[in-house]
């Protein structure tokens, strides 16, 4: 197994988990938005403003395709399983952690959350409907459903850790 994906909603712990993880798995750790800030020198506001949401769907993808070549951990977009290719590209190259959560569980941590402007813009509505629309595109994403509500990220990060290990063969 090379990489390991974690799929799922903005708020469900993508990135507090995959820093954490890479820790316990002694693998390296990328953030995919924070890599495609990095490469394209540009915020994602910036981005989506310049190019739109199409081209920077297009970057998402490119970089799956040609991400490094190691045995990693990384936190996707919350966009990114939306994309037929994208799923098989992930499927494919690595294990797919779908965390999931619900929706209240996820409003209360994004809903005042300066850094996603599209919590700022959107209704509570209109993101559940987001939320609903994505969350079977990260059913189909994941190899392993890891329900996340009710469990505290020390429980989270015991059951990825049993995953990986028992994949692996090294319970």
Do not use: W
């Amino acid at each position: 197994m090379r990489k390991i994906y974690l799929v799922g909603f903005m708020g469900c712990g993508k990135s507090a988990l995959g820093r954490r993880l890479s820790y316990l798995l002694k693998l390296p750790y990328y953030d995919m938005d924070h890599e495609i800030v990095r490469q394209q020198g540009m915020t994602i506001p910036e981005i989506f403003e310049k190019y739109g949401e199409t081209r920077f769907r297009e970057m998402e993808t490119e970089f799956l395709e040609n991400f490094r070549d190691e045995a990693c951990i990384i936190s996707t977009g919350g966009g990114v399983a939306v994309k037929e290719e994208n799923r098989k590209i992930m499927r494919r190259s690595g294990l797919v952690f779908f965390l999931d959560a619900s929706f209240t569980d996820i409003y209360k941590r994004i809903q005042h959350d300066p850094r996603r402007p599209i919590v700022q813009s959107s209704t509570k509505e209109e993101l559940e409907e987001l939320y609903h629309y994505r969350r079977k595109f990260y059913r189909e994403a994941g190899h392993i459903q890891v329900l996340t509500e009710g469990r505290t990220i020390r429980q989270i990060l015991e059951y990825l850790v049993f995953q990986v290990k028992r994949l692996k063969g090294e319970r």
